[in-house]
């Protein structure tokens, strides 16, 4: 069990980490290898912001357990080709019991899969949007401790991003949905002070081209 007061938790290899995975080994693989690593691919970029419209009112691990499903009723997406989907595609999915059927989300992914076309061809690359609200040091709180993580489920620049996108037609992309992106893309670095991953994604950010 996790620590209450810190939020770290010992793994089964010694390791103190954030608590959140719970050391249950899909959830732990994807707090060490992927959460937090900074991602400059379009596909991963789409991909993510999609599956945290869906993990709306559902728990991350819920989520992550079904990408394999998302991926494949999605094309991989592939914001080209989800696109150009149409009615009887949202039909289509409504029946795969192996995603989440809820067709507001559905449909905000189709939506958005066009809205993503439109920024890429402003920007030259979701990437380049997206890190160029990368927050500065000064943006950063000093100590992220786990009280600090759990006081700020948004922030300003997550707002700031999220209304921007409303403003350019994206759905499902809530500031604190937006942060949740932030984090797990890399564009902050929320494993909190103690977990052993912490200054492994550091370093990797340090090393890391930003793309504007």
């Not at 991350?60 to 991989?76: D, H, Q």
């Not at 929320?190 to 090393?207: L, T, W």
């Amino acid at each position: 069990m996790g620590d209450e007061r810190t939020g770290l938790i010992e793994g089964p290899d010694g390791k103190t980490r954030c608590f959140w995975h719970a050391n249950l080994p899909d959830y732990l693989t994807y707090h060490d290898e992927e959460w937090g690593r900074p991602v400059d691919d379009d596909i991963r970029l789409f991909e993510k912001l999609c599956l945290e419209g869906f993990q709306s009112g559902l728990s991350w691990l819920t989520i992550l357990r079904k990408r394999e499903n998302f991926r494949e009723a999605f094309e991989g997406f592939d914001f080209e080709r989800v696109a150009r989907f149409k009615d009887e595609d949202v039909d289509r999915l409504l029946t795969n019991a192996g995603i989440v059927r809820h067709g507001g989300k559905i449909r905000s992914t189709i939506n958005n899969a066009q809205r993503a076309i439109e920024l890429r061809r402003e920007f030259g690359s979701l990437a380049r949007y997206f890190w160029r609200h990368e927050p500065g040091p000064d943006a950063r709180p000093a100590l992220l401790d786990f009280p600090t993580l759990m006081a700020n489920p948004k922030t300003d620049i997550s707002a700031r991003i999220s209304k921007d996108l409303k403003k350019r037609g994206w759905s499902f992309v809530g500031p604190t949905t937006i942060y949740a992106f932030m984090q797990a893309m890399g564009l902050v670095n929320d494993h909190i002070e103690g977990c052993s991953m912490r200054p492994v994604v550091e370093a990797e950010r340090e090393r890391f081209t930003r793309p504007v």
